[in-house]
């Protein structure tokens, strides 16, 4: 008996990666009870087609699973079979989240103690750097008959553990899984079942408190993973331990990539002002620089304000700062920085006496003030030193998209711009939302960044 209680160990085949929009295609399981093994595996109707891609993968194609059985035609019996086990499999939140959702379809629940042998095999085989199946297989000499289909690579898995347990012992394999099975803290105030339905998807998440009070905004490519590491047993930021005390409800949101993640997170953010939040509040006081020519031909910054000024349209200003502390803050380190007169550029009052600047008397201006320095030579270094906080001009002659795509399922998910406003976003069959343009500092540099270097799965469209 591989555990002291029985098993089973499963593989499934699926028409992708994510747990909600993909369906099973194959079912391979192996039930272990003492010395008692039975086998048994099964194609399944997806009721969706099979993409090009995971067909080459795994050999399996629409025509192979039309006859086959649709999920529904064996849940019962297989929710008996499975009910009561321990479910093991590797990477094991695929398979269950998987089995899970079959099962929700149906109005039916599944819930099962899970261990995975990615992290078992970590935690016995520390020395090596690849876990995964092939390189188990590999590495252990396991026979295989096929890969990439479910009762296959389910006996793979038992044969890894088998040779676990003879080069470490039944006691120390045992010993390692309870670690890996040990449940996760649960902050008292909230119900376990959310653990259960965590997706292991990019997207957003949400904690609320007493009487729905927003505490926190969040995202992440893997919402399972991120919201159990807030629940970590060790608390080690204050924050995340002050947030386990008061939260009382969880919510998320689902998106196809880590953009439109990063998206939701900052208009979420900015919607509901959670109390845990400060990156990405809303600011009142947004504000840049803009130049000016005075009457004595010196070049001035001056700070304008987004409510007075178009900030979608950025082509003479510098800078985004969220009030005016920041702006000033900003135009004292330019004229530091770059030996500029602040009295030339009537940012700071003239002299009763009307002579050299302080600035001058301790070395930091070249004398513009008292005629030592022209307008010329000083524009041409204020020019020079407020290049590095040029806003990026709109390159494009309407509006782009930018679109993230599922590179299993085909899915894909596009939010629109249009001068460095959002717009809105769309999935695949429907309509673009149009949406009130309205400047925002951290949407445009999310946006700037993204054009810098786009990320993995995504690329921009002009519309």
Same mark, same amino acid.
């Given at each position: 008996m591989l555990f002291d209680r029985p098993c089973a160990i499963v593989d499934l085949e699926t028409t992708g990666g994510h747990i909600t929009r993909d369906r099973v295609t194959e079912i391979g399981v192996i039930l272990i009870d003492g010395d008692h093994i039975e086998r048994f595996d099964m194609l399944v109707n997806p009721g969706q087609s099979i993409p090009p891609f995971i067909e080459q993968i795994t050999g399996i194609s629409d025509a192979m699973v039309a006859e086959a059985p649709p999920?529904?035609?064996?849940?019962?019996?297989?929710?008996?079979?499975?009910?009561?086990?321990?479910?093991?499999?590797?990477?094991?939140?695929?398979?269950?989240?998987?089995?899970?959702?079959?099962?929700?379809?149906?109005?039916?629940?599944?819930?099962?103690?899970?261990?995975?042998?990615?992290?078992?095999?970590? #935690? !016995?085989?520390?020395?090596?750097?690849?876990?995964? +199946?092939?390189? %188990?297989?590999?590495?252990? *000499?396991?026979?295989?008959? &096929?890969?990439?289909?479910?009762?296959?690579?389910?006996?793979?898995?038992?044969?890894?553990?088998?040779?676990a347990i003879g080069d470490h012992g039944q006691a120390r394999v045992e010993e390692q899984a309870a670690i890996l099975m040990a449940a996760p803290s649960v902050p008292p105030g909230l119900d376990p079942e959310v653990m259960e339905r965590l997706p292991d998807v990019p997207g957003v998440y949400l904690f609320y408190g007493e009487n729905d009070l927003p505490l926190y905004v969040g995202k992440s490519v893997n919402l399972r993973s991120r919201v159990l590491a807030h629940f970590a047993g060790d608390h080690r930021q204050?924050?995340?331990?002050?947030i386990s005390q008061q939260i009382k409800r969880v919510e998320w949101v689902e998106t196809v990539g880590e953009?439109?993640? #990063? !998206?939701?997170?900052?208009?979420?953010?900015?919607? +509901?002002?959670? %109390?845990?939040?400060?990156? *990405?509040?809303?600011?009142? &006081?947004?504000?840049?620089?803009?130049?000016?020519?005075l009457d004595s031909g010196f070049l001035?910054?001056?700070?304008?304000?987004?409510?007075?000024v178009d900030f979608s349209r950025l082509d003479t200003l510098y800078g985004l700062f969220r009030s005016q502390k920041e702006a000033k803050k900003a135009l004292s380190e330019l004229c530091d920085g770059n030996g500029l007169c602040q009295t030339c550029l009537e940012l700071e009052k003239r002299g009763a006496r009307k002579g050299a600047?302080?600035?001058?008397?301790?070395?930091?201006?070249?004398?513009?003030?008292?005629?030592?320095?022209?307008?010329?030579?000083?524009?041409?270094?204020?020019?020079q030193?407020?290049?590095?906080?040029?806003?990026?001009?709109?390159?494009?002659?309407?509006?782009?998209?930018?679109?993230?795509?599922?590179?299993?399922?085909?899915?894909?998910?596009?939010?629109?711009?249009?001068r460095w406003c959002y717009l809105g976003s769309r999935r695949q069959g429907q309509v673009t939302p149009q949406g009130v343009p309205?400047?925002?500092?951290?949407?445009?540099?999310?946006?700037?960044?993204f054009m810098r270097k786009p990320s993995e799965n995504a690329e921009l469209r002009v519309l």
């Open positions: 999920f529904a035609a064996f849940a019962d019996a297989l929710l008996e079979k499975l009910s009561g086990r321990l479910l093991i499999a590797h990477n094991v939140r695929f398979d269950y989240g998987f089995l899970k959702n079959e099962f929700k379809r149906l109005g039916m629940t599944f819930r099962s103690d899970v261990l995975c042998t990615v992290k078992l095999s970590r #935690l !016995l085989y520390p020395q090596f750097f690849k876990h995964n +199946l092939d390189s %188990l297989i590999a590495r252990h *000499g396991i026979v295989q008959s &096929e890969r990439h289909r479910a009762l296959a690579d389910a006996d793979a898995l038992y044969q890894f553990l088998t040779v204050h924050k995340e331990m002050r953009f439109g993640a #990063l !998206l939701q997170e900052l208009r979420l953010i900015k919607s +509901l002002q959670p %109390l845990h939040n400060q990156r *990405g509040r809303l600011s009142q &006081e947004l504000c840049s620089l803009q130049l000016q020519r001035s910054p001056r700070i304008v304000y987004a409510r007075d600047c302080f600035a001058f008397q301790i070395g930091r201006c070249k004398g513009g003030c008292i005629g030592r320095e022209s307008a010329d030579s000083h524009n041409e270094r204020l020019l030193g407020l290049s590095r906080l040029k806003l990026k001009s709109w390159p494009y002659p309407g509006a782009v998209a930018v679109r993230e795509t599922d590179p299993v399922s085909g899915e894909w998910e596009e939010h629109v711009f249009e309205a400047f925002d500092v951290d949407t445009y540099k999310l946006l700037a960044a």
